[in-house]
Nanobody, 117 residues
Framework: VQFVESGGGMVQSGGSLRLSCVAS????????MSWVRQAPGSAPEWVAG????????YYAPSVKGRFTIARDDAKNTLYLQMNSVKPEDTAQYYC???????????WGQGTQVTVSS
């Protein structure tokens, strides 16, 4: 199992970013997928998840209405559209299988999102 996340960067509060995660080593289309994030000194936090039906999605209350998760099974890629970002969204973002399993052994290098006020 391998994940390669990208798309992070520095953005001002209220701005947008689109994260991508390319997955390999397993049948992507048969796995529910999630984005999780971890800020320095904090525990991991589940952000959003998407079912294999490519329609059912769930979000943490802190990001609901601002973030959108999506997947492209043909490209083995998971996305996270981040709009109206806030300083508290600053974290390293990872993708993983399932719903908030926090399987750190499977995480890729992550992608850093830094939001300035």
């Amino acid at each position: 199992v391998q994940f390669v996340e990208s798309g992070g960067g520095m953005v001002q509060s209220g701005g947008s970013l689109r994260l991508s995660c390319v997955a390999s080593g397993f049948r992507f289309s048969t796995e529910d997928m999630s984005w999780v994030r971890q800020a320095p000194g904090s525990a991991p936090e589940w952000v959003a998840g998407i079912h294999i039906d490519n329609t059912t999605t769930y979000y943490a209350p802190s990001v609901k209405g601002r973030f959108t998760i999506a997947r492209d099974d043909a490209k083995n890629t998971l996305y996270l559209q981040m709009n109206s970002v806030k300083p508290e969204d600053t974290a390293q973002y990872y993708c993983e299988k399932g719903w908030g399993l926090y399987d750190m052994d499977s995480w890729g290098q992550g992608t850093q999102v830094t939001v300035s006020s």
